[in-house]
């Protein structure tokens, strides 16, 4: 009986092979790199020793401590208030530069773009402290306004909440830029020519065509945001000044400095969770806009 050759095995299964393999590195590092992690951080979440990684029983207790104590309440909506805020700025102010961007003709679009995006090029902690200069008691901010008599004492614009917004709505928006600017594909400058025709001035074009067409890529930048927020650790550090705790902060906190590791790992997957939750919403969203 002969062995069957490559040229006598089925195309759907000489494709699906290679398939496999073309997908085994990617699946690999995959699993290396998120998934066995993940499954570590899960089982440290029911650990009853504080050395989480070497084992040891399984309990609810620190689920229990995250949900019940209304101080991780708190946390949580700090947390989400920030990512809300955050977000919401930061397309809000995004949303102008990314369709200017998309829309123009001009031979200056690439530079244009680059120069839009090129924050990304400076680590955000240089960012963050360049805020903290900014927005500080003897800031620039504060400095100028007592310069010109308008106020007596510095305002409070660093070691809070508002500090911390500021900094992150400037240190994300050039990914809202970018995520809004592939979300544009849907505009189409025919509709707009049409609408104009029939009568329509340029704020019903925008209300009516350009803003609903454009939906998709705000809410996808709207997203990217949302998530790179909450998951903040250094510039809520920074510019809170101790003062803003978000689950970023606690999880550090637990991890590094009272070394509750099972807490740490409780925390993450309760971030995890809202993480799970905003993308659910958002893909909802998404099928509603496209039916």
Same mark, same amino acid.
């Given at each position: 009986?002969?062995?069957?050759? $490559? ?28 998934? $066995? ?7 440290? =979440? ?20 995250? %949900? ?14 920030? &990512? ?8 809000? $102010? &995004?949303?102008?530069? *990314? ?6 003709? =001009? ?7 680059? @120069? ?7 680590? *955000? %902690? ?31 614009? =660093?070691?809070?909440?508002? &500090? ?7 240190? $994300? ?13 849907? !505009? ?34 709207? /997203? ?17 000044? &101790? ?27 309760? /971030? @995890? %969770? ?11 969203? !998404? ?5």
């Amino acid at each position: 009986m002969s062995t069957p050759t $490559l040229s006598s095995t089925p195309p759907k299964r000489r494709h699906r092979g290679l398939l496999l393999v073309l997908l085994a590195p990617g699946l690999l590092a995959l699993l290396a790199t998120f998934i $066995l992690p993940m499954a570590w951080l899960f089982r440290a =979440s029911f650990s009853d020793s504080v050395m989480a990684a070497f084992g040891g029983g399984w309990t609810l207790t620190h689920y229990l401590a995250a %949900v019940t104590d209304p101080f991780y309440w708190r946390v949580a909506l700090n947390t989400l208030t920030l &990512g809300v805020a955050v977000s919401f700025f930061a397309v809000l $102010l &995004g949303y102008p530069i *990314a369709l200017f961007l998309a829309r123009t003709q =001009s031979r200056w679009r690439g530079v244009l773009t680059a @120069l839009a995006v090129a924050p990304l090029l400076t680590s *955000a %902690v240089v960012r963050t402290y360049g805020w903290m200069v900014i927005l500080g008691d003897r800031g620039v901010v504060n400095g100028s306004l007592q310069a010109l008599s308008l106020i007596d004492t510095p305002l409070r614009l =660093s070691n809070n909440s508002f &500090g911390a917004t500021v900094a992150l709505v400037e240190i $994300l928006m050039p990914y809202a830029i970018l995520a809004m600017l592939a979300g544009f594909g849907r !505009l189409s400058t025919q509709l707009e020519e049409a609408a104009a025709m029939l009568g329509a001035n340029r704020l019903r074009v925008f209300w009516r065509i350009i803003l609903p067409l454009s939906l998709p890529g705000i809410l996808t930048g709207a /997203l990217l945001v949302f998530v790179m927020a909450i998951s903040s650790f250094v510039t809520p550090r920074l510019m809170g000044g &101790g003062r803003v705790f978000v689950l970023g902060t606690e999880v550090f906190n637990e991890a590094t400095v009272t070394l509750n590791w099972p807490l740490a790992a409780a925390l993450s997957i309760v /971030l @995890l %969770v809202l993480f799970s939750s905003v993308i659910v919403i958002y893909q909802r969203a !998404l099928r509603r806009l496209e039916e």
